[in-house]
């Protein structure tokens, strides 16, 4: 049972460069979730799943996107990079209600 | 609507100290709540849940939180700090809507 899984750990981008962070679960969860956690800012939420081709926007969706295309997967694609994108990413899974589980990030630096 | 309110951003206490940790929420439906802590560099991990059993409820590492209906709390307990307590604690809320309300967290720093 790997848990949650994302992909990369690292990553450097230059501004305007497009890519996809990916998370996968193996614990059939139905809900899923990616955050971003900055300095002082706590997590918010980016995009939320509640099932597989459902789903919607969070705290702070702008610039990103996301599809829900298998139960186990959920990648977050960025469209142009920006610095104020510059973050640590994390990931989450759950059934609703339920103990969230989260992967282990992936710290982003937009240049 | 649900929502955290976590107070103070920043606590430190003396080893051996007590630890409280506050939070307070909203729910329009009786919640499920949450304590998760974060040690450096690594994700979020699950300290204690409140699911409408017991409103006292035990986690791992000697912590425990009390649900207070009445006060709308769910305030995180330790009675003796350690060292290796030192993280970022998030308190959080499933409350009738579709998704988790995460706090803002509150980073605790243990004093030698």
């Known amino acids: 049972n790997a848990g949650v899984t994302q992909t990369p750990k690292f990553q450097v981008l230059k501004t305007g460069q497009s890519m996809t962070l990916q998370c996968a679960q193996d614990?059939?969860?139905?809900?899923m979730s990616w955050y971003r956690q900055d300095p002082g800012m706590g997590l918010r939420l980016i995009h939320y799943?509640?099932?597989?081709?459902?789903?919607d926007q969070g705290e702070v969706p702008n610039g990103y996107n996301v599809s829900r295309s298998t139960t186990e997967d959920f990648p977050l694609r960025l469209l142009s990079a920006a610095p104020s994108q510059t973050s640590v990413y994390f990931c989450?899974?759950?059934?609703?209600?339920?103990?969230?589980?989260f992967g282990p990030g992936t710290r982003l630096t937009v240049l | 609507a649900q929502s955290v309110t976590q107070l103070g951003s920043h606590v430190s206490v003396s080893e051996g100290a007590l630890v409280l940790l506050r939070c307070n929420y909203s729910?329009?439906?009786?919640?499920?709540l949450f304590w998760y802590v974060q040690y450096p560099n690594q994700g979020l991990q699950l300290l204690l849940k409140?699911?409408?059993?017991?409103?006292l409820v035990k986690g791992i590492n000697g912590f425990e939180a009390e649900f207070k209906k009445s006060e709308t709390s769910f305030h995180l307990t330790k009675p003796s700090a350690h060292m290796s307590d030192a993280a970022e604690y998030f308190c959080?809320?499933?409350?009738?809507?579709?998704?988790?309300?995460f706090g803002k967290g509150t980073r605790l720093h243990i004093l030698p």
């Open positions: 729910s329009s439906v009786p919640p499920y």
């Open positions: 799943s509640v099932g597989a081709g459902i789903t």
């Open positions: 959080a809320v499933w409350g009738g809507g579709d998704k988790i309300i």
């Open positions: 989450a899974s759950s059934r609703v209600g339920d103990t969230q589980y």
């Open positions: 409140y699911t409408s059993a017991a409103t």
């Open positions: 614990m059939n969860h139905e809900y």
